[in-house]
């Protein structure tokens, strides 16, 4: 996992539903914390493109459902500024399932992922079918 350059616009509270853009079983998340996430006192905890979260599974297979899993951000709705200049935004919020170790579960992602998150997660950029 690779550090990102610059402020991060963080579009993603806790409690925020998140499409499972891979086969692993997953069809909504629901976001509990932030891994890796230093924050102020009494502040509420947020994720953007590219973070590590840990995510409860509300929908899906009988054997996914109600699991505490890992994931990682691959699109956002909110809308971030990049290192160019350019301001980027998804028509929703993703995210794909990894292990602990950034191990992806699925055997594929539907739908783009953004350049931050395939730069910092090479296994899930070896799975993405475009990368936007």
Avoid at 25 to 47: C, E, F
Avoid at 105 to 110: A, C, D, F, Q
Wanted: charged share 30%.
């Amino acid at each position: 996992m690779k550090g990102l350059a610059g402020k991060q616009i963080r579009g993603l509270p806790l409690g925020a539903r998140l499409e499972c853009a891979d086969n692993s079983g997953a069809k909504i998340l629901s976001l509990i914390n932030v891994k890796a996430y230093h924050n102020t006192k009494r502040r509420v905890p947020a994720a953007s493109v590219g973070d590590m979260i840990i995510a409860s599974v509300k929908k899906g297979s009988p054997e996914m459902r109600r699991k505490v899993v890992y994931a990682v951000v691959i699109r956002q709705r909110k809308t971030f500024r990049r290192q160019d200049g350019l301001m980027v935004e998804f028509e929703d919020n993703a995210a794909v399932l990894v292990q602990d170790n950034g191990e992806t579960r699925g055997t594929e992602i539907k739908g783009p992922v953004a350049k931050e998150a395939a730069e910092r997660w090479p296994r899930v950029a070896a799975l993405a079918s475009s990368i936007v």
